[in-house]
T-cell receptor
Framework: AQSVTQPDIHITVSEGASLELRCNYSYGATPYLFWYVQSPGQGLQLLLKYFSGDTLVQGIKGFEAEFKRSQSSFNLRKPSVHWSDAAEYFCAVGGAYNNDMRFGAGTRLTVKP | DADVTQTPRNRITKTGKRIMLECSQTKGHDRMYWYRQDPGLGLRLIYYSFDVKDINKGEISDGYSVSRQAQAKFSLSLESAIPNQTALYFC????????????FGPGTRLTVL
């Protein structure tokens, strides 16, 4: 069965600094990979997704992620973090015919002024 | 108006009580999901439904049941609530394939005393 590991439970960065959130997955076939963001008291919102093609994908709010098959990773990046980016971020993996999407445990991002 | 709504938003109940959480969507999607979120565990799938006649167990279905009353409505029931079912519950919908983006409701915070 597929699984997702987000090694960092909590990350703190200064506003304006760059950000990288790590995600490693396990999946037996071509994975479909997602990053979602959850703001306090809200549901999850999709940031970006990867199905195929260019391994560097762009998302909303200035985020991007890179798929590295050899490392089974799909790390999320942002060049300059804003205070409004403080939230919890979830990586998820699914498949084209598999409707059992698996989420990582999440990484909570704190942004210092 | 929100595309995916959940009622109630908050609920406190006692051990042994039956409780129903409701989800409605206006996106016209066939597929609906129920997840629970626990700190440090991310989201785990309880049940999912491909259409009104198709319901499937997810990763953690024990102690839960669901009903798909219509394309737009998907309810989650706890027949006899227990304290370890205290969690944040999310409903989500998606279009045709498992690889599609899932759209989440705002969540229901359930506390079982």
């Amino acid at each position: 069965a597929q699984s997702v590991t987000q090694p960092d439970i909590h990350i703190t960065v200064s506003e304006g600094a760059s950000l990288e959130l790590r995600c490693n997955y396990s999946y037996g076939a071509t994975p479909y990979l997602f990053w979602y963001v959850q703001s306090p008291g809200q549901g999850l919102q999709l940031l970006l997704k990867y199905f195929s093609g260019d391994t560097l994908v762009q998302g909303i709010k200035g985020f991007e992620a890179e798929f590295k098959r050899s490392q089974s990773s799909f790390n999320l990046r942002k060049p300059s973090v804003h205070w409004s980016d403080a939230a919890e971020y979830f990586c998820a993996v699914g498949g084209a015919y598999n409707n059992d999407m698996r989420f990582g445990a999440g990484t909570r991002l704190t942004v210092k002024p | 108006d929100a595309d995916v709504t959940q009622t109630p938003r908050n609920r406190i109940t006692k051990t042994g009580k039956r409780i129903m959480l409701e989800c409605s969507q206006t996106k016209g999607h066939d597929r609906m999901y129920w997840y629970r979120q626990d700190p440090g565990l991310g989201l785990r799938l309880i049940y999912y439904s491909f259409d009104v006649k198709d319901i499937n167990k997810g990763e953690i279905s024990d102690g839960y049941s669901v009903s798909r009353q219509a394309q737009a409505k998907f309810s989650l029931s706890l027949e006899s609530a227990i304290p370890n079912q205290t969690a944040l519950y999310f409903c989500a919908t998606s279009d045709t394939t498992g690889a599609d983006e899932q759209f989440f409701g705002p969540g229901t915070r359930l506390t079982v005393l």
